[in-house]
């Protein structure tokens, strides 16, 4: 097995700021199940939330706080503070953890 040199690429990348998300969702479960729920804004997941308790009877209901989320080619995929969005070089985006950023990306200068 050969080693191999990632070719270099310059990406567009940005620390995740409320806005760039593509939704919101929520995550909820019972003692048996676990439901997740998609929306386009904050205020239809908290709204949501809100009104969810009534739906369901019998079992506790444990809900989760809305978490953004982004559209990726491999899903969709929550997005946490601090967390960069890439654009790659087919406009695709993909979060990534700080420390992880840090450690494979530098600054490109001059880039074309």
């Not at 567009?12 to 997740?36: F, H, Q």
């Not at 978490?67 to 960069?84: A, N, S, V, W």
Request: hydrophobic letters at 30%; proline letters at 6%.
């Amino acid at each position: 097995m050969g080693q191999w040199r990632k070719k270099p690429v310059v990406v567009e990348a940005e620390v995740y700021k409320l806005g760039m998300e593509d939704g919101w969702v929520v995550y909820y479960s019972n003692e048996y199940d676990t439901y997740e729920s998609r929306f386009k804004t904050k205020e239809a997941a908290e709204e949501f939330i809100k009104i969810r308790p009534f739906v369901i009877e019998e079992n506790d209901l444990i809900i989760e706080t809305p978490q953004p989320f982004i559209k990726t080619l491999e899903g969709p995929h929550i997005i946490r503070k601090g967390d960069y969005i890439i654009t790659g070089v087919k406009g695709e985006r993909y979060p990534c953890k700080p420390d992880i950023f840090h450690e494979t990306y530098e600054k490109a200068e001059n880039a074309s």
